[in-house]
């Protein structure tokens, strides 16, 4: 949750606000408080929506649409009004992760957790159908994981069944990796079979962490789903010919939500909450409980500020991490996803922070583990519900909700780790030290329990890329400086592909269906299964040793990263490699976290919020919260709504960095609150996001502070 910003409104019919929950591209999503002391998620349209008639009229269908859905797996509509100068809808607040969030966070569901879920949707569905309506946009971000069962969300596109195909929409609506064939084809027939084909798709998500026809560009996922066969290799083998009948691509062919029902029994309810997933649920009931029952402040009065700002070069800033927080129909689309979002008008220019407000009090901290042998060069990374804390001699999994140390491991001989350590859902991959005798090892890691099992490789490891599955890609050196990807089944090591290149840093991230690298010179796009190479784009012509590039960040459909030698920032597309757009960045700007639908980064003058389709500004925070005499040290990363980053000073003789600390900040450029604290061992404060906690080391101990920023 975050703080109301300047220009909310403090009260919206007859509910009080109490704190931002989220923003979608169609409006914000707010905590708000009924007279009688009831939670309520409410939407408020974005003004620009508000002046389209047409909008207001789909808008006023939405609220009619919910209100007619009633059961245990919708979450109920409470009030709403279309014709406000400010259209909004209020539905009960649910203190739940979605179901996208959910999987990021603690990674594929088992076979149990999918029966469960599949039953409440296929339950979900039949409250929805028997109310003469097509949801038509079910999907991982509209689904809630709350205790009592899933909750289906956000009505914004649904449709009667009695009625006509809604006019003024354009043809098709939906989002594209969960439409239906004839959702694509804007079939007048689109009914209870399509929600079903959407059904079966965030299944197999929910199993795998990807749908079933990848996660490519709107245009490469369109064509997969009218004409490609869906990839069910990682869903149980129980469930895969249910879901391949539900995603047939004829309506006729997919079996109805009451057979499905049938067919996911037996079901527990309790194998989809799991005891993680509870605790994530507690922490966001004790959350909105806190904000409910403390006082509420009147948002100031918005002040408009532009781009003539010139802070000193000494105000930096740079951008880190984010924090997701459970949002209850922030997405309220009406209009196709597809069609929209590259015609997206940026948002006006945010106001910058005009300070800091007092940093939370630490929810607990941990000293590193006297049985490690030191605590130098430490790093952080979150997977699921554990915290991954690196040494250079042993990692140590925390318990993320109380503090609570769970395992260490220490490295046998002596020998130390490398300095990377890459975490990708329960799994952390941890590289083997350079110039050792395990420079060729990857440690794979089991976040859970710590027990750890080495895989060697035909070479030296440099770095890791990311997984699918039990297929991981590395980077490894065996003659010379030049970097060679491989692509290794994890399981027995066997190497399934390897695509050499010819530079010695190579950087890289992936989709699951794709492989991304990046060299001093070309950003690459390879096959994940096979290697093949899809496309090449060139992006430095110069003398390649003058050149520096950040590494790869990848958003919906489109590759981001910042370039030094060109002076320049830019996005290319993920199907073919072209440029999506350049911009130049005398301000040496890092792209650092897609967020849609924005790409934040940080430069020496502050944080921008460029439109991820366009490159439109769509705000600027031209100064920092305080004066800061040093350069930002290192960033966290991650997918949340909070942006932390470090600043640090001058190490004395002691290898204590003084003047170093960190600062929380909100995507909106709004206020900040920052921890001072020295860093020992001459290193920076490592930092990590997750929920609305912010997790920190200063190589001695680890914090953790939770609150909005």
């Known amino acids: 949750m975050h703080p109301l910003q300047a220009g909310d409104p403090a009260w919206v019919g007859q509910y009080r606000l109490l704190a931002r929950l989220g923003a979608g591209g169609m409006g914000t999503v707010f905590l708000a408080r009924s007279p009688g002391a009831r939670l309520a998620a409410l939407k408020i349209v974005r003004p620009e929506y508000a002046e389209d008639e047409g909008f207001r009229a789909r808008f006023r269908r939405e609220i009619t649409a919910a209100r007619r859905v009633s059961g245990l797996y919708t979450a109920p509509v409470l009030d709403g009004d279309a014709d406000a100068p400010l259209p909004w809808l209020a539905v009960g607040y649910v203190a739940a992760p979605t179901l996208a969030e959910a999987v990021t966070a603690l990674g594929p569901m088992p076979e149990a957790g999918l029966r469960s879920l599949g039953a409440g949707l296929a339950e979900a569905l039949l409250a929805v159908h028997a109310a003469g309506l097509v949801h038509r946009d079910l999907k991982p971000g509209n689904i809630l994981l709350a205790d009592d069962g899933p909750k289906v969300i956000d009505f914004g596109i649904s449709k009667d069944l009695d009625a006509s195909r809604l006019t003024g ?22 009914g209870p079979p399509s929600d079903v084909f959407s059904l079966a798709g965030v299944l197999v998500y929910a199993a795998t962490g990807v749908g079933p026809f990848g996660s490519a560009d709107s245009a490469s996922l369109l064509y997969q789903v009218m004409y490609g066969e869906p990839r069910l290799d990682g869903v149980p083998a129980p469930l895969r010919g249910l879901l391949a009948a539900c995603l047939d691509k004829e309506p006729a062919g997919r079996p109805e939500p009451a057979a499905l029902l049938e067919a996911f029994a037996p079901s527990d309810p309790a194998a989809l909450i799991s005891p993680a997933l509870r605790r994530e649920v507690a922490v966001r009931e004790a959350e909105a409980a806190a904000v409910s029952n403390a006082p509420v402040t009147t948002p100031p009065p918005r002040v408009e500020e532009t781009a003539a700002n010139h802070p000193s070069r000494r105000r930096v800033l740079r951008l880190a991490a984010v924090a997701a927080v459970g949002v209850v129909g922030a997405g309220g689309g009406a209009t196709a996803w597809a069609l929209t979002r590259r015609s997206a008008r940026p948002a006006k220019p945010a106001p910058r922070a005009t300070g800091l407000v007092a940093a939370p009090a630490p929810a607990w901290s941990l000293a590193w583990p006297g049985d490690l042998a030191d605590g130098l060069d430490l790093g952080l990374s979150v997977a699921g519900d554990v915290l991954v804390w690196r040494g250079r001699e042993g990692f140590c999994g925390v318990e993320a909700a109380s503090g609570r140390r769970l395992w260490t491991l220490s490295r046998p001989n002596g020998d130390t780790f490398g300095p990377g350590f890459r975490s990708f859902g329960s799994t952390v991959l941890g590289l083997g030290a350079r ?135 830019q996005a290319i597309s993920t199907r073919d490699g072209t440029p999506a757009w350049k911009k130049p960045a005398d301000d040496l700007q890092r792209p650092v976290l897609p967020l849609a639908p924005a790409v934040y980064m940080a430069g020496q003058k502050g944080f921008y919020a460029y439109d991820q389709a366009t490159g439109a500004l769509r705000w600027q925070q031209t100064s920092s919260p305080t004066d800061l005499d040093f350069l930002p040290g290192a960033s966290a990363g991650g997918s949340s709504r909070l942006l932390a980053a470090t600043f640090t000073g001058s190490s004395n003789s002691a290898h204590v960095t003084e003047h170093a600390g960190f600062f929380v900040a909100g995507t909106g450029g709004g206020p900040a609150w920052a921890h001072w604290g020295p860093s020992y061992n001459a290193g920076e404060w490592g930092l990590a996001v997750s929920g609305s906690a912010v997790y920190a080391t200063d190589n001695r101990h680890l914090y953790c502070f939770r609150g909005a920023s």
């Open 435 to 569: 110039d050792t005798s395990e420079a060729n090892v990857v440690h794979v890691i089991d976040t859970r329990t710590g027990d750890a099992r080495p895989v060697e490789l035909p070479g030296e490891v440099t770095d890791a890329y990311g997984m699918t599955g039990d297929t991981a890609f590395v980077g490894v050196r065996r003659d010379g400086d030049r970097t060679t990807v491989l692509a290794v089944d994890l399981g027995d090591g066997r190497v399934r592909w390897r695509h050499p290149s010819d530079a010695e840093s190579v950087t890289g991230v992936t989709d699951g269906g794709a492989l991304y690298v990046m060299t001093p010179s070309k950003v690459i796009g390879l096959d994940a299964v096979t290697g093949a190479r899809r496309w090449t784009h060139t992006w430095f012509t110069g003398e390649v040793s003058r050149s520096k590039a950040y590494p790869l960040t990848l958003g919906d459909g489109l590759l981001f990263f910042g370039a030094s030698g060109q002076s320049s920032f």
């Open 169 to 190: 929409t354009g043809g098709m609506v939906g989002t594209p990796a969960y439409m239906s064939p004839e959702q694509i084809t804007a079939r007048a027939d689109v």
